[in-house]
């Protein structure tokens, strides 16, 4: 199984990057798919997720600016983000998970991609 992130970059605050997580090896609509975050010195966190028939569910923090979406026919994720701040600078990750469950624990997920790092700042 390959997930593989991309996407990020350098953005100033208030500007908007869309992240995409490309799935191989997998059956991908059978997975649910989720994106976490971990910046310098922080534990990793949940941002979104979002289920096999598309129901998502969001942080609290990130409600509002952050959309999660999925393209099954692609086997891919995407992760919008609107009005970014300093403090979303993070390494962003995305995540599948077998079950069709909505979770924001990291040991629930089963594989993991690489991460594409994020940037805000002016």
């Known amino acids: 199984v390959q997930l593989q992130a991309s996407g990020g970059g350098l953005v100033q605050p208030g500007g908007s990057l869309r992240l995409s997580c490309a799935a191989s090896g997998l059956t991908f609509s059978w997975y649910t798919m989720g994106w976490f975050r971990q910046a310098p010195g922080k534990e990793r966190e949940f941002v979104a997720g979002?289920?096999?028939?598309?129901?998502?569910y969001y942080a609290d923090s990130m409600s509002g600016r952050f959309t999660v979406s999925r393209d099954n026919a692609k086997n891919t994720v995407y992760l919008q983000m609107n009005s970014l701040k300093p403090e979303d600078t993070a390494v962003y990750y995305c995540?599948?998970?077998?079950?069709?469950?909505?979770?924001?624990?990291?040991?629930?997920?089963?594989?993991w991609g690489q991460g594409t790092q994020v940037t805000v700042s002016s």
């Open positions: 995540a599948a998970k077998a079950r069709d469950s909505s979770s924001p624990r990291a040991p629930d997920y089963d594989y």
């Open positions: 979002i289920k096999w028939g598309g129901t998502t």
